[in-house]
């Protein structure tokens, strides 16, 4: 068994819905350029996405919705009925190739997930996936088709195995938690902005799964302007406490880079010192609890010079088993991407400060680990809702 494999290729790109778009594709080439450019991909096996079949989409998607998705990317489905599926808003544009574009990006999680149960990986990393907010029969928030949640179909079919899908993008994983919402055999995670103000507006603590599968539906709706002590503090105890409970054969990360504070739209107060350690934690549980099977995606992120590609770099490094990346970034990748953008940092890490001082810090803190306790109280044992009760809320 190898270590860890890249999926990546240019065709991604296709995935466009305007130049304009806020989930715009230079993000992927951003990323893969710098890593490029930093020489992190010497040694390292790169492996082309392939298109999911219409079978395998069929697991999650309707036959219906597929169709349309097809016609929408020919130019061939009405306005009318495009709102029908999610089509056509200002959110998920029709664009031509709709199908092929989302398609490969789903092929590219499926093949990701199954280099990993079949054994030649420990780890992958597929920075095209992460587009937790598609549901059955309809597009939602940028995001056509739920590749994660197909993925996740195809794993537990294949393998008969418990999946655990953490979820810490600033956007509420709604699509691959109402998927799953019935199952015993998925667990989702998912750490976010709180719905009162950000879109979708789900992700509250009290949805806890449904039937069979209550109590494998576990969120942590954060407070705006959340910072990086508390973040991390509530990811790695609700982390954990999870692989605990659910004691899962594969982890799937969701490695959205909305949260930082530069991101223009959300409203939590992350710096680079979150996305340097989440991927690292991610390890360290997968190391501990599945014998080191890990699948990482990306996801959201909408500062696509300044956060994007050192946040996705340092989801690279972790998983590759190397060190964070420190220091200055490459200058040839400075100066090659500082032409479209005078944004584009000198370093791995922020300039400091990055916002002025959070006059709630305090309360936002407690508020959070409050929530966390609130999520793990049905879950955990007297001893630890002790300990849990006198801990303090940062790391």
């Given at each position: 068994?190898?270590?860890f ?6 065709e ?16 992927l080439e ?13 040694g390292i096996?790169?492996?082309p996405?392939r298109h999911?079949t219409d079978d395998e989409?069929?697991r ?11 016609q929408?990317?020919t ?10 599926y999610?089509?056509g808003t200002?959110d ?8 092929e574009?989302a ?11 199954e ?16 587009l ?27 393998y008969?195995c418990?999946v ?12 691959v938690q ?9 667990m ?20 806890r799964?449904?039937?069979?599968g209550?109590?494998f539906?576990?969120n ?15 990811y ?16 799937i990360t969701q490695?959205?880079?909305d ?8 409203h939590?107060s ?17 190391n ?7 699948v990482?995606?990306g996801?959201g ?6 956060v ?7 989801v690279?490094?972790a ?9 200055n ?10 032409k479209?953008s005078?944004?584009v940092?000198?370093?791995w890490s922020?300039e400091?400060?990055l916002y002025e001082?959070?006059?709630?810090r305090?309360e936002?803190?407690e508020k ?9 109280w049905p ?6 809702k002790?300990?849990y009760?006198t801990?303090?809320?940062?790391l």
């Amino acid at each position: 068994m190898k270590d860890f494999a890249y999926i990546y290729s240019e065709e991604e790109t296709a995935y466009r819905f305007s130049d304009t778009h806020p989930f715009n594709p230079v993000r992927l080439e951003l990323t893969h350029s710098l890593l490029e450019a930093a020489g992190a991909l010497e040694g390292i096996d790169c492996i082309p996405p392939r298109h999911a079949t219409d079978d395998e989409l069929l697991r999650v998607h309707d036959a219906d919705y597929i169709e349309a998705v097809k016609q929408a990317g020919t130019g061939k489905l009405s306005p009318l009925k495009a709102q029908m599926y999610g089509l056509g808003t200002e959110d998920t544009p029709m664009f031509a190739g709709m199908h092929e574009g989302a398609s490969l990006l789903v092929g590219g999680t499926i093949e990701a997930c199954e280099l990993v149960m079949n054994g030649t990986y420990r780890r992958t990393f597929h920075i095209g996936g992460g587009l937790h907010h598609g549901f059955r029969g309809r597009a939602s928030g940028f995001c056509v088709y739920n590749d994660t949640a197909v993925a996740i179909a195809a794993m537990i079919e294949k393998y008969d195995c418990r999946v655990l899908y953490v979820d810490t993008d600033a956007h509420h994983g709604d699509g691959v938690q109402w998927l799953f919402y019935n199952q015993s055999n998925v667990m989702t995670l998912s750490l976010h902005e709180t719905g009162r103000y950000l879109f979708p507006g789900t992700g509250m603590v009290t949805e806890r799964g449904n039937e069979q599968g209550y109590g494998f539906s576990w969120n942590v709706p954060l407070d705006a302007f959340t910072e990086d002590d508390s973040f991390l503090h509530a990811y790695r105890t609700a982390l954990f406490e999870a692989c605990e409970m659910f004691s899962p054969d594969l982890i799937i990360t969701q490695n959205g880079a909305d949260a930082h504070a530069l991101d223009p739209l959300t409203h939590l107060s992350l710096s680079m010192k979150s996305y340097e350690q989440i991927p690292q934690i991610a390890v360290e549980a997968a190391n501990r609890y599945t014998e080191g099977r890990l699948v990482a995606l990306g996801g959201g992120g909408y500062d696509w010079y300044r956060v994007v590609p050192r946040a996705w770099s340092q989801v690279f490094a972790a998983l590759a088993g190397r060190p964070p990346f420190s220091g200055n970034l490459p200058p040839s990748w400075v100066e090659r991407w500082r032409k479209e953008s005078a944004t584009v940092p000198d370093s791995w890490s922020d300039e400091l400060p990055l916002y002025e001082p959070i006059p709630r810090r305090q309360e936002i803190e407690e508020k959070n680990w409050e929530t966390v306790k609130r999520l793990l109280w049905p879950f955990i044992d007297d001893e630890k809702k002790e300990r849990y009760s006198t801990e303090p809320p940062s790391l």
